[in-house]
């Protein structure tokens, strides 16, 4: 970085729009307030992008234009990452950086991207399948993972878990029309108590439904447009119960616990298929344009 240990917020853009032309100053300040990077500052109050700030804007913007993720889930990838879990599609870029003798942006002498990897702990697989560990109780296996414990998909317990739409309202800054829109178009449905919305519960599963729709609408997606997933569900649902039904007919203890796991199961494995099926079709529909 010649004489300065740091770059400029203008360096940082010149650098980094050789591989992506729509980078700016105004979405490095963005991702800023989005709490995705966080430079220091000088005594003047001017940002200092240091090698390790570049390589997490190179992961953003990879993990935006490579695996068309909001920035919300990208937001949750990254801290999960400064914990030293490395998800799918963060272990699928430090996979490919990894193979690179060089190539990172800082000239470092390897790939910024792959070296930050080491620097949070996590460690590339050597079964050449792109996966990445980070110690051995915290692999990242499916999407499932990145659920929090009350927004696991157990069946069991989803009536159990209430949110108020009051607290989220106040926490996460969601509007009170947008609950209603979700609910008008069959997205938001586990409502509990009478009355105003205001004043109401949603299950925990609905509340995990209200932050993706929600962090959708910052990119144009409205309600009305993910009014096709609740068909696809429930034609989904009635698949699986043509499929699942005579095998567990005979209400038992064992046979409702097994049901559950299975069920279980089947919510998380379908949704690792939807969502690569979903990134294979974007790329292709998109290709194009990227």
Same mark, same amino acid.
């Given at each position: 970085?010649?004489?300065?240990?740091?770059?400029?917020?203008?360096?940082?853009?010149?650098?980094?729009?050789?591989?992506?032309?729509?980078?700016?100053?105004?979405?490095?300040?963005?991702?800023?307030?989005?709490?995705?990077?966080?430079?220091?500052?000088?005594?003047?109050?001017?940002?200092?992008?240091?090698?390790?700030?570049?390589?997490?804007?190179?992961?953003?913007?990879?993990?935006?234009?490579?695996?068309?993720?909001?920035?919300?889930?990208?937001?949750?990838?990254?801290?999960?990452?400064?914990?030293?879990?490395?998800?799918?599609?963060?272990?699928?870029?430090? *996979?490919?950086?990894?193979?690179?003798? #060089? =190539?990172?942006?800082?000239? /470092? @002498?390897?790939? $910024? %991207? *792959?070296?930050?990897?080491?620097?949070? #702990? =996590?460690?590339?697989?050597? /079964? @050449?399948?792109? $996966? %990445?560990?980070?110690?051995?109780?915290?692999?990242? =296996?499916?999407?499932?993972?990145?659920?929090?414990?009350?927004?696991?998909?157990?069946?069991?317990?989803?009536?159990?878990?209430?949110?108020?739409?009051?607290?989220?309202?106040?926490?996460?800054?969601?509007?009170?029309?947008?609950?209603?829109?979700?609910?008008?178009?069959?997205?938001?449905?586990?409502?509990?108590?009478?009355?105003?919305?205001?004043?109401?519960?949603?299950?925990?599963?609905?509340?995990?439904?209200?932050?993706?729709?929600?962090?959708?609408?910052?990119?144009?997606?409205?309600?009305?447009?993910?009014?096709?997933?609740?068909?696809?569900?429930?034609?989904?649902?009635?698949?699986?119960?043509?499929?699942?039904?005579?095998?567990?007919?005979?209400?038992?203890?064992?046979?409702?616990?097994?049901?559950?796991?299975?069920?279980?199961?089947?919510?998380?494995?379908?949704?690792?298929?939807?969502?690569?099926?979903?990134?294979?079709?974007?790329?292709?529909?998109?290709?194009?344009?990227?």
């Amino acid at each position: 970085m010649g004489f300065r240990d740091y770059l400029t917020i203008g360096e940082v853009v010149q650098k980094l729009q050789v591989h992506y032309d729509k980078l700016s100053v105004s979405k490095l300040r963005f991702l800023e307030d989005e709490g995705l990077i966080t430079p220091e500052r000088t005594a003047g109050g001017y940002r200092k992008y240091s090698r390790d700030d570049m390589a997490r804007i190179e992961l953003i913007l990879r993990l935006q234009h490579e695996k068309f993720l909001p920035h919300a889930y990208t937001k949750k990838i990254l801290e999960e990452y400064d914990r030293g879990l490395v998800a799918p599609e963060l272990a699928d870029i430090l *996979a490919q950086e990894s193979t690179k003798d #060089g =190539g990172g942006v800082t000239g /470092s @002498g390897k790939s $910024s %991207v *792959a070296s930050s990897a080491g620097a949070k #702990g =996590g460690k590339i697989s050597d /079964s @050449g399948t792109g $996966s %990445v560990s980070a110690g051995a109780n915290n692999t990242y =296996g499916n999407a499932a993972d990145y659920l929090s414990d009350k927004e696991r998909y157990a069946l069991t317990q989803d009536e159990a878990l209430v949110v108020s739409v009051t607290e989220m309202m106040r926490d996460e800054r969601i509007p009170e029309i947008f609950f209603n829109e979700l609910r008008q178009f069959g997205i938001l449905s586990s409502l509990v108590g009478t009355g105003s919305i205001l004043s109401a519960r949603i299950s925990a599963h609905d509340a995990a439904c209200v932050r993706a729709a929600w962090a959708l609408r910052s990119i144009g997606i409205e309600p009305r447009h993910l009014r096709m997933y609740v068909t696809f569900a429930n034609k989904e649902a009635d698949n699986f119960d043509l499929v699942l039904r005579p095998t567990y007919r005979h209400k038992t203890p064992r046979s409702q616990t097994m049901l559950a796991d299975t069920a279980a199961d089947i919510v998380q494995q379908t949704e690792i298929l939807k969502r690569y099926l979903l990134q294979r079709e974007l790329k292709s529909k998109l290709d194009d344009l990227l």
